[in-house]
Nanobody, 121 residues
Framework: VQLQASGGGLVQAGGSLRLSCLASARTSSRYAMGWFRQAPGKEREFVAA????????INADSVRGRFSISKDNAKNTAYLQIDSLKAEDTAVYYC???????????????WGQGTLVTVSS
C-alpha cells in the first residue's frame, strides 16, 4: 500500500486541522489505517487507528477527546480530525497501514511520508 499524507500546516493553539491519508492499493486489499506522530526530539508515537470497515477505532489516551479518525473507503482516504490543538501537538504526523487494527501499534506494514503540524501558542 502506498500512502500519501497531507493537510498539515501552521495553526494557532485552540484551532483545528484535518489531515488526510490517501491510499493506493489493489481494490481487493483490505487493511487498517492509522496515524502516528513524532515530535522534535521524541520517538514516534501511536495516535489513532481505524479498521477497514470503519466500524472500530482506537485512540491513544493522550489524544482521546480531541482527535478523531475516520475513513472513506470510496475515496481510499483516512482522515484525522484534530481539535483544540495544543503546542505539544506539534509534530510530523505519519499515516500507516496494517493488516489488522490490532497490529497497527506494533506492526504497520506501510508508511506515508509525513505531514508537519506546527501549533503556535
Amino acid at each position: 500500500v502506498q500512502l500519501q499524507a497531507s493537510g498539515g500546516g501552521l495553526v494557532q493553539a485552540g484551532g483545528s486541522l484535518r489531515l488526510s491519508c490517501l491510499a493506493s492499493a489493489r481494490t481487493s486489499s483490505r487493511y487498517a489505517m492509522g496515524w502516528f506522530r513524532q515530535a522534535p526530539g521524541k520517538e514516534r508515537e501511536f495516535v489513532a487507528a481505524i479498521s477497514w470497515s470503519g466500524s472500530s477505532t482506537i485512540n491513544a489516551d493522550s489524544v482521546r477527546g480531541r482527535f478523531s479518525i475516520s475513513k472513506d473507503n470510496a475515496k481510499n482516504t483516512a482522515y484525522l480530525q484534530i481539535d483544540s490543538l495544543k503546542a505539544e501537538d506539534t509534530a510530523v504526523y505519519y499515516c500507516a497501514a496494517s493488516s489488522l487494527l490490532a497490529t497497527m501499534k506494533e506492526a504497520p506494514h506501510s508508511w506515508g511520508q509525513g505531514t508537519l503540524v506546527t501549533v503556535s501558542s
